[in-house]
């Protein structure tokens, strides 16, 4: 489990996922390209349904999950 902020965007995620990883997987690349993907495989860059960028708050409230 990674813990952000509720206000949290991708560039804020995504780093700090990438070094959570790499800290478990030694093997993992930390230099390398990665993105955020929602479990559809679609890239996250906005809240679905909406053209709002992504927050974890506005993922929240998109997916009733308060």
Do not use: E, W
């Not at 909406?50 to 927050?55: G, K, P, V």
Request: aromatic share 8%.
């Amino acid at each position: 489990m990674l813990t952000v902020n509720q206000s949290a965007t991708v560039a804020d995620i995504l780093p700090a996922a990438v070094a959570k990883l790499c800290a478990l997987d030694k093997d993992m690349a930390s230099d390398g390209s990665y993105v955020l993907l929602f479990l559809d495989g679609q890239r996250v860059v906005h809240v679905p349904s909406s053209d709002d960028d992504f927050t974890l708050a506005g993922y929240k409230a998109f997916t009733g999950c308060q």
